[in-house]
């Protein structure tokens, strides 16, 4: 990290305030002046205290008492290792409140504690009336709270003269308490404040920061798939689990305190392996072999450890054994991660690795400050340790998401320069396949057309050319009008009938009505409303109305007939047209075979997916044509019979 960067002096600053107000914190002229500070009682221990049950007054032996300093420490005996009553000590502190409170607390006499440490329960009393006891379990009970209590009451006459203080712990864990202060609030508010705020409220605070933190980095593994967020999301909610114990306990706990102790005191080695591995994460060197025994051997010692299988009375009690004996895996994995740093070019990892060397002097300091070889009134530090990795991991990760940003912004540069170009290219190739499909549409039209022409008016003009060689002009006229009608139904069939049948048969009905009378058929318009055909194309047209123009045709010249009738029935899947007369009858397949109109119309009906069907027979007057035209393209139709 640059040193001139401003996250560089941010973090300096953050430091610079938080030890300057640790300093504040430790004492000050100001301070000493408005409140009397205790560093001497009187202290006796008797045995069979009780650990459950909340602490009460017993007679004291006034001949037993000891003079002590504060803070003061009741020694672990290692040897009395299991909890029984026997091993169950009570220490009592009295303290003299001196006249010199009177002026520095006018306004009300308050007691200060800044720490208190036992495996049991803490009880206070002002002369002979209790005014505190706590309220937690015995084993995780709010030690890292200053205890701030009022000893006047509003009955009592005078105030005490005296504070007792009766802790309950095992004599294998010992105990402890640090001095006291008494004044008013005025005097030890800014103290208490202070205290409060670095030993227990900003620990607090920060763990619940960075697991929000760790949240947004979960969002934004998922989003990414970067294994350094998905990292960082699980040392947050490690680091939060880890630091519960310190601002947890002056209540009862959610969850059996076993429980407790065993999240809070096994989540420290994995917070270590959860480090090691972001660590890991920023650069190539890996120690796999080390990596998986280290993991496998806290794995093991997680799952023998949990409450299910182990002792579940004596897991607390153990606990800073627990902690000494976490400092051989913790130290191979710092030592790891520090080499496989240092032998790498990357200058995150060197910073992460460097800082994390610290926790060793750190961690000494806290497991001394837990087991009273240090004064109990400091403060731990491994929090502000972890806090600084998280600094750091944060400074990293905003720097890996920064890139990623950088790398989609030139991706998408990237991105739009070649779309810009394959835009182009598409745009050319579009024009260059509009003119080839309109080419394609316009020879296949011309094709249609001149099929058309062929079939329908070039047959007509050989019809008439033949009638004019033989010299029949009567003949040659009806040729003509044929001609005519076919010229006409070749351009009906260009115009745009938006999918109406009724309206193409209605063009047909307008060309063909004449010839019809002529030939003295009368024409019966039996059309129902039909739904459209969205199929219905010039092309599609053009066989519909060669189709009818075919069929009425036959009746004018082959049926003697003298009615025509045409309909239209709408069904489920198709529309029905047909075309019935009441003239001779005939056999379908033998006309099909002597003929080429019948072969053309099936052609034309199988051309748009229709099918035809001819009901007559030679024996019996009457023909009925049927098309069945389907509502959607693609839909096979009835077989044709």
């Known amino acids: 990290m640059p040193v001139d960067s401003p996250l560089f002096r941010a973090g300096l600053a953050f430091v610079f305030r938080l030890f300057l107000a640790a300093s504040l914190m430790a004492g000050s002229a100001a301070w000493a002046q408005t409140a009397v500070h205790i560093e001497a009682a009187q202290m006796q221990v008797l045995p069979g205290g009780t650990i459950g049950p909340p602490p009460v007054k017993t007679q004291l032996n006034d001949a037993a008492w000891q003079n002590v300093a504060l803070p003061h420490v009741q020694p672990r005996d290692i040897a009395a290792s299991q909890p029984n009553g026997s091993q169950i000590l009570t220490a009592w502190y009295r303290i003299e409140v001196p006249t010199s409170v009177e002026s520095v607390a006018p306004n009300g006499l308050r007691l200060y504690l800044p720490r208190w440490q036992t495996i049991g329960q803490i009880a206070v009393y002002a002369d002979d009336r209790l005014v505190f006891r706590s309220a937690a379990g015995p084993v995780w009970n709010g030690f890292n709270h200053p205890l701030w209590l009022a000893l006047d009451s509003p009955t009592d006459a005078q105030r005490p003269h005296t504070v007792l203080l009766r802790i309950d712990h095992l004599q294998s864990a010992g105990a402890a308490v640090s001095s006291a202060w008494l004044g008013d609030e005025a005097g030890l508010a800014d103290r208490r404040w202070w205290r409060q705020f670095i030993q ?73 392996f959860a480090v090691y591995a972001i660590g890991l994460n920023l650069q190539v060197r890996r120690y796999k072999w080390i990596e998986r025994i280290l993991f496998s051997c806290l794995l093991f010692a997680s799952i023998a450890a949990m409450p299910w299988f182990a002792n579940t009375d004596s897991l607390t009690y153990w606990a800073p054994l627990i902690y000494f004996l976490m400092w051989g895996p913790s130290l191979v994995l710092i030592g790891l991660g520090a080499w496989a740093a240092w032998c790498s070019d990357v200058g995150d990892a060197k910073l992460i690795a460097t800082w994390n060397l610290t926790v060793i002097p750190m961690g000494m300091y806290d497991w001394a400050l837990q087991n009273y070889y240090i004064n109990i009134e400091l403060i731990y530090l491994l929090p502000y340790h972890t806090t600084v990795i998280f600094f750091l991991f944060l400074y990293v990760a905003q720097r890996r998401y920064a890139g990623a940003l950088l790398q989609v912004e030139r991706a998408n540069v990237e991105l739009e320069t070649r779309l810009a170009e394959r835009e182009v290219q598409l745009s050319t190739t579009y024009t260059r396949l509009r003119a080839i499909e309109n080419e394609q549409v316009l020879a296949q039209e011309r094709q249609r057309m001149m099929q058309d022409m062929h079939d329908g008016l070039g047959s007509s003009l050989m019809v008439a050319l033949k009638t004019v060689e033989e010299g029949s002009e009567q003949d040659l006229a009806q040729v003509l009008r044929e001609c005519i009608d076919d010229l006409r139904l070749a351009i009906d069939s260009l115009e745009p009938v938006q999918a109406d049948l009724l309206l193409l048969l209605a063009t047909l009905r307008f060309r063909l009505g004449a010839r019809l009378e002529q030939a003295g058929l009368q024409l019966v318009w039996d059309v129902q409303d039909v739904p459209p055909l969205p199929w219905l194309d010039p092309k599609s047209a053009l066989h519909i109305l060669r189709i009818a123009q075919e069929i009425l045709g036959n009746a004018m010249k082959h049926g003697n007939a003298d009615t025509v009738t045409l309909a239209t029935r709408p069904t489920a899947q198709y529309v029905l047209l047909s075309i019935a007369n009441n003239g001779r009858g005939f056999e379908p397949q033998q006309a099909m075979k002597n003929g080429r109109g019948l072969t053309h119309v099936t052609r034309r009906a199988q051309a748009i997916g229709a099918s035809v069907s001819w009901h007559s027979d030679a024996d019996n007057p009457g023909t009925r044509f049927e098309l069945l035209l389907p509502l959607k393209q693609g839909y096979a139709g009835p077989t044709a019979v």
């Open 200 to 272: 227990a409220g900003l620990p607090y605070v920060l763990s619940v920061a960075y697991l929000l933190i760790g949240l947004f980095a979960f969002t934004v593994w998922l989003r990414l798939g970067d294994p350094l967020f998905g990292l960082v999301f699980a040392a947050a909610v490690i680091f939060f689990v880890r630091t519960l114990h310190f601002h947890q306990g002056q209540e009862q706990l959610p969850i059996p305190e076993v429980w407790f102790g065993w999240l809070t005191i096994y989540s420290l080695g994995w917070l270590t």
